[in-house]
């Protein structure tokens, strides 16, 4: 009967956009006008996820074109091996011969049969030929897929009715089989066996041990043996066309399987082995094996697929208007990234960390040089903030500029964003002109104005943004923005360079109100306890610049030391809001470093202090001061209620943040006494 005819479902390949830009890219720089060269590739079935629009779709990247499969993405998922040929010109692809091509480029999948090669390694039975022409000014690519396999399989049916997997095993079976499938390695996906005991345990093998019983095996004692293979027609009743080279090896290999009275099958669909389907068929014809051995390896190839109209012939990828290098580029950027995921931290989330927006305080070296090292891990928003011109003295030191920038005069923050923009176009960058108010910098009638408006686009900016970098040019600078991440809970990295040495931290949180400061002792403390970098203070910041020559108004560093420090500085950063208690964790010391304070990326530091004078490098914590004149619980109070005009007191009243904080009752005992406590440090930022 018609019905009980094995018929099997084709496949399809999708080649994505990016696959064609590595080809149009691998034409332009390598192939050139090489006249159809053999191209080979990788491609895959979707392993994990599949559903009815991915059902019989072969995947193709930019990544297919890597020669190591372990360098590309199909690797994850069931590969395929395969090859394409490129004509040069649209003529040359409308008269190739289909039959001669596949004929051709199919003599490997021969060979492998008749060489026992496909035995051993079975996944070259799931090959596919792509013959193509690329259109590169208009963005076209005409393309034809083709699955070769012999055209001459014997009619075959089906000996019972498919069931499931479920049905046919019993529970422990079903377990191992689950177990065992997970086990194999992606090329052993594709065809294996599943062997059951008399002892009705299940195993599973490879495809050689299969042929291997069925070739050797006393009939009357021999296994219940299935072969497997998978199949990427989820949710289409017929077995899938790469059931058709298995039976093909089969009848090659195994002679006699021709007279048996059934061959058993399991159709494997998708990762779960519940999804699978028994398929139990036969030969109608009984045909001598070396007859049968002769047609299929000596006839002719078929397996070309049907385009979007349902008929025989070629397809086309118009990409005129998604082959944007832009879009692209997105792709590409985020290439190291994936791999760092794919195969040493699994479980770091790397759409978590794309969507940080990011401000950016200061443009100089090290504003810079954090910002090309957020661009390395994906960071899509970053938002300049600086006051400063692009100086010839620059260009060298801070490597977002160029001498054009100088010459024009830009703005930091402006040409920082431009430069970015070249580097990334998709980017989210902004630039904002914007003078910092300072404690010790008096704000006069003709600032006033200016000032309370930069205070609002402060505040409006710190709204905007999840981390804020403090990256200024002096201490003073840096005592606004580390108040309003107090205040308004953000995220804050501070980092600042000396001539030799560096500093990167962490602020605390400051969400819950402190009296009090910590046990002076602890030093495994977690975020609420942490200090910023005014908890060390005894005085409350003032203008630095008074009465200093140039060599003192500029921090003079040795040329790397921006570089080591804004790596650390972002890489605190991300290992921050990648460990499980985020802003909380307990900070890494050189006193604490065991398994409860590490995170997905390792330890958290609060304070990262280094020198390139003797190469060493410290983990030094900073206890949260409850006189702080940065981030006190009467400062942020203050700052709450009162707004710029409380700013404008700070920068204007000397000794007010002192008095407010009450470090100025503290100091009254004597301040001799209590200096010990606290420390300062020189360090700033050109």
Same mark, same amino acid.
């Given at each position: 009967m018609s019905e009980n005819i094995v018929k099997f479902a084709k496949v399809k390949c999708a080649p994505e956009s990016s696959f064609w830009a590595k080809f149009a890219e691998l034409?332009?720089?390598?192939?050139?006008?090489?006249?159809?060269?053999?191209?080979?590739?990788?491609?895959?079935?979707?392993?994990?996820?599949?559903?009815?629009?991915?059902?019989?779709?072969?995947?193709?990247?930019?990544?297919?074109?890597?020669?190591?499969?372990?360098?590309?993405?199909?690797?994850?998922?069931?590969?395929?091996?395969?090859?394409?040929?490129?004509?040069?010109?649209?003529?040359?692809?409308?008269?190739?011969?289909?039959?001669?091509f596949i004929n051709t480029l199919g003599k490997e999948l021969v060979s492998s049969l008749e060489n026992g090669l496909a035995v051993k390694e079975p996944w070259r039975l799931m090959i596919f030929v792509i013959l193509c022409y690329a259109d590169l000014k208009k963005h076209r690519f005409h393309y034809w897929a083709a699955y070769p396999t012999p055209f001459d399989l014997p009619e075959m049916h089906y000996a019972k009715p498919q069931v499931s997997t479920t049905d046919e095993l019993t529970a422990d079976q079903m377990q191992s089989f689950q177990k065992g499938f997970s086990h194999l390695n992606a090329c052993a996906r594709?065809?294996?066996?599943?062997?059951?005991?008399?002892?009705?345990?299940?195993?599973?093998?490879?495809?050689?041990?299969?042929?291997?019983?069925?070739?050797?095996?006393?009939?009357?004692? $021999?296994? &219940? +043996?299935?072969?497997?293979?998978?199949?990427? /027609? %989820?949710?289409?009743? @017929?077995?899938?066309?790469?059931?058709?080279?298995l039976l093909c090896l089969l009848f090659i290999s195994c002679p006699n399987i021709c007279f048996e009275k059934w061959i058993k099958i399991i159709s494997i669909r998708g990762c779960n082995v519940e999804n699978?389907?028994?398929?139990?068929?036969?030969?109608?014809?009984?045909?001598?094996?070396?007859?049968?051995?002769?047609?299929?390896?000596?006839?002719?190839?078929?397996?070309?697929e049907s385009n979007v109209r349902g008929k025989m012939g070629p397809s086309i990828a118009d990409l005129s208007e998604t082959m944007d290098p832009v879009k692209l580029s997105d792709r590409a950027i985020t290439l190291?990234?994936?791999?760092?995921?794919?195969?040493?931290?699994? $479980?770091? &989330? +790397?759409?978590?960390?794309?969507?940080?927006? /990011? %401000?950016?305080?200061? @443009?100089?070296?090290?504003?810079?040089?954090?910002?090309?090292?957020?661009?390395?891990?994906?960071?899509?928003?970053?938002?300049?903030?600086d006051n400063s011109v692009v100086a010839a003295s620059n260009t060298v030191r801070q490597n977002l500029y160029t001498h054009e920038d100088v010459v024009n005069r830009k703005f930091k923050a402006e040409a920082a964003k431009d430069a970015l923009l070249k580097i990334h176009p998709n980017l989210r960058a902004r630039?904002?002109?914007?003078?910092?108010?300072?404690?010790?910098?008096?704000?006069?009638?003709?600032m006033l104005e200016s000032t309370i408006v930069a205070i609002k686009k402060l505040q409006e900016l710190y709204s905007e943004h999840d981390v804020v970098f403090l990256l200024l040019d002096s201490r003073e600078a840096r005592w606004l923005p580390?108040?309003?991440?107090?205040?308004?809970?953000?995220?804050?990295?501070?980092?600042?360079?000396?001539?030799?040495?560096?500093?990167?931290?962490?602020?605390?949180?400051?969400?819950?109100?402190?009296?009090?400061?910590?046990?002076?002792?602890?030093?495994?403390?977690?975020?609420?306890?942490?200090?910023?970098?005014?908890?060390?203070?005894?005085?409350?910041?003032?203008?630095?610049?008074?009465?200093?020559?140039?060599?003192?108004?500029?921090?003079?560093?040795?040329?790397?030391?921006?570089?080591?420090?804004?790596?650390?500085?972002?890489?605190?950063?991300?290992?921050?809001?990648?460990?499980?208690?985020?802003?909380?964790?307990?900070?890494?010391?050189?006193?604490?470093?065991?398994?409860?304070?590490?995170?997905?990326l390792g330890g958290v530091p609060h304070t990262i202090r280094g020198s390139l004078w003797n190469y060493e490098q410290f983990l030094t914590v900073t206890h949260r001061f409850a006189s702080c004149t940065a981030c006190s619980t009467p400062v942020i109070d203050e700052y709450r209620a009162r707004g710029a005009d409380f700013v404008l007191d700070a920068c204007n009243q000397p000794n007010y943040l002192e008095r407010l904080s009450g470090l100025d009752d503290l100091m009254k005992p004597g301040l001799d006494e209590l200096c010990y406590a606290f420390e300062s440090s020189d360090e700033n930022e050109d």
């Open positions: 034409k332009i720089d390598k192939y050139k006008l090489e006249d159809k060269v053999k191209i080979p590739l990788w491609a895959s079935y979707n392993f994990e996820s599949l559903n009815e629009q991915q059902a019989s779709i072969l995947f193709l990247d930019y990544t297919s074109f890597n020669n190591d499969l372990e360098a590309t993405s199909h690797k994850s998922a069931v590969p395929c091996n395969g090859f394409m040929i490129n004509t040069n010109t649209l003529e040359m692809f409308r008269q190739t011969n289909p039959q001669e594709s065809y294996f066996t599943v062997i059951i005991s008399k002892e009705s345990t299940l195993e599973v093998a490879s495809l050689a041990r299969g042929i291997e019983i069925k070739n050797t095996s006393d009939k009357e004692n $021999e296994a &219940d +043996l299935y072969f497997a293979f998978y199949d990427p /027609c %989820l949710h289409i009743t @017929a077995p899938g066309w790469p059931l058709r080279n699978s389907v028994v398929y139990t068929i036969r030969t109608k014809e009984q045909k001598n094996p070396k007859t049968l051995q002769k047609i299929l390896l000596e006839g002719n190839l078929v397996g070309w190291n990234l994936k791999l760092m995921k794919w195969r040493l931290v699994p $479980e770091l &989330d +790397l759409e978590y960390i794309s969507s940080l927006r /990011c %401000l950016v305080l200061g @443009a100089g070296t090290l504003g810079c040089s954090v910002a090309r090292v957020l661009l390395g891990w994906g960071i899509q928003t970053i938002t300049f903030v630039g904002e002109v914007l003078q910092i108010p300072m404690p010790g910098h008096v704000v006069g009638p003709s580390t108040l309003m991440c107090a205040a308004h809970n953000k995220i804050a990295i501070n980092a600042a360079l000396g001539f030799d040495s560096y500093t990167v931290q962490r602020h605390g949180t400051r969400q819950e109100p402190s009296s009090i400061s910590p046990n002076a002792m602890l030093q495994s403390l977690q975020g609420k306890d942490l200090g910023c970098y005014f908890c060390n203070d005894v005085t409350q910041p003032g203008n630095s610049q008074v009465d200093r020559t140039l060599d003192q108004q500029c921090t003079v560093s040795r040329p790397g030391l921006s570089y080591v420090a804004a790596g650390l500085a972002v890489e605190l950063m991300v290992a921050l809001i990648q460990h499980l208690d985020k802003v909380e964790a307990q900070a890494l010391s050189k006193e604490s470093k065991d398994d409860s304070t590490q995170g997905l």
